[in-house]
C-alpha cells in the first residue's frame, strides 16, 4: 500500500539524488498557487539574503518551489483543504523536513477578534479523515502545535497589537457551516475555525516534526462579517499587506 513508500521510492518517483533533502516546508492554506509567488518572491527578497531557486516538476505535485537559503532548502506550495496537503507534508517529512509551517487565513469565533488580527494557533480540533489517518489512537482529536515554534513565529511578529494563541476548529467545508455551527464552536472556546490547520499538525507530528501555523482573521463569524460583504473588498489591500509581512516570518523563523 501507499504507507509503505519509503524515501528511497520518493526519491526515485522525483527523480532527485539519493541524498536529496528537505529541510524545512512552507505552506499556504489557498488557491491558486500562481498567485502567491510574487508575494513569496517579495518576502524572499526583502529578507536581504541570497537564495537559489529550483522546483519539482511532477504529476504527482504539478509543481513544488524550492529555495535554498543559508544553506537550507525550503519546499514551498499552496494547498486548499486536506488531500493535497497531506501528501506534500508526507513527501517533505520522509525527504527530512524539520520544520512544517502553515499560513493562510481563518473565520474568527471571538467577538474582540478583528479582520487582520493574528491567530498563532496551540492546537486544533478536526475530526476528518485525514487526521484521524495519522493519528489513529488520537481519539479527542485535537492536535497540537509545536510551542517551541509557535514561540519562534510569535517573537518574530511581537510588533503587532493582537496575537491570540487559542485552539481551532478545522472544517473544510465551509459552505455548509450554519450558524448553530458557529455558535457551537464559539461556546467550546474556540477563536476561529480553518480548513487546515489540524491536517497540518496531526501529519507532521506523525513524523515527528514540529509543525505551526501563522494566520490572520479574514472574517469573523460571531459578528456576522463575511467574505460576502462589502467591507470585505474595502480591506484587501490592508489583508494583502498582512499576508506579505506573513510571509516574512515565516521564513525568518525558518532559516534563522
Known amino acids: ?26 505552506v499556504i492554506g489557498t488557491h491558486p498557487k500562481e498567485k502567491e509567488y510574487p508575494l513569496l518572491h517579495t518576502a524572499l527578497d526583502a529578507l536581504d539574503t541570497k537564495y537559489n531557486e529550483e522546483k519539482i ?28 496537503l497531506t501528501e506534500v507534508i508526507h513527501v517533505a517529512s520522509l525527504l527530512g523536513s524539520k520544520a512544517n509551517i502553515l499560513l493562510g487565513t481563518c473565520g474568527a469565533l471571538k467577538e474582540e477578534l478583528n479582520m487582520g488580527d493574528t491567530i498563532i494557533p496551540s492546537a486544533s480540533y478536526g475530526n476528518e479523515s485525514s487526521t484521524r489517518m495519522y493519528q489513529r489512537e488520537n481519539d479527542s482529536f485535537l492536535y497540537e502545535a ?5 514561540v519562534k513565529l510569535k517573537q518574530i511578529a511581537s510588533h503587532r497589537k493582537m496575537i491570540d494563541e487559542g485552539k481551532l476548529v478545522t472544517v473544510q467545508a465551509m459552505l455548509a457551516e450554519t450558524k448553530e455551527d458557529v455558535d457551537l464552536w464559539a461556546s467550546q472556546g474556540y477563536s476561529g475555525v480553518d480548513m ?20 490572520y482573521v479574514g472574517d469573523n463569524l460571531i459578528k456576522n462579517q463575511l467574505v460576502t460583504d462589502d467591507s470585505y473588498d474595502l480591506l484587501k489591500s490592508k489583508r494583502s499587506a498582512i499576508r506579505q509581512e506573513n510571509y516574512e516570518i515565516a521564513l525568518k523563523a525558518l532559516i534563522w
Open 1 to 26: 500500500m501507499y504507507k509503505q513508500l519509503t524515501r528511497h521510492d520518493i526519491v526515485g518517483l522525483l527523480n532527485v539524488p539519493e541524498d536529496y533533502r528537505v529541510d524545512a516546508l512552507l
Open 57 to 84: 516538476e511532477h504529476g504527482f505535485f504539478r509543481e513544488i518551489k524550492c529555495f535554498t537559503i543559508n544553506g537550507k532548502r525550503i519546499w514551498f506550495d499552496a494547498v486548499y483543504g486536506a488531500a493535497y
Open 146 to 150: 509545536n510551542r517551541e515554534l509557535s
Open 196 to 215: 487546515e490547520s489540524a491536517t497540518h499538525f496531526a501529519v507532521s507530528s506523525h513524523f515527528g516534526v514540529s509543525a505551526a501555523a501563522l494566520l
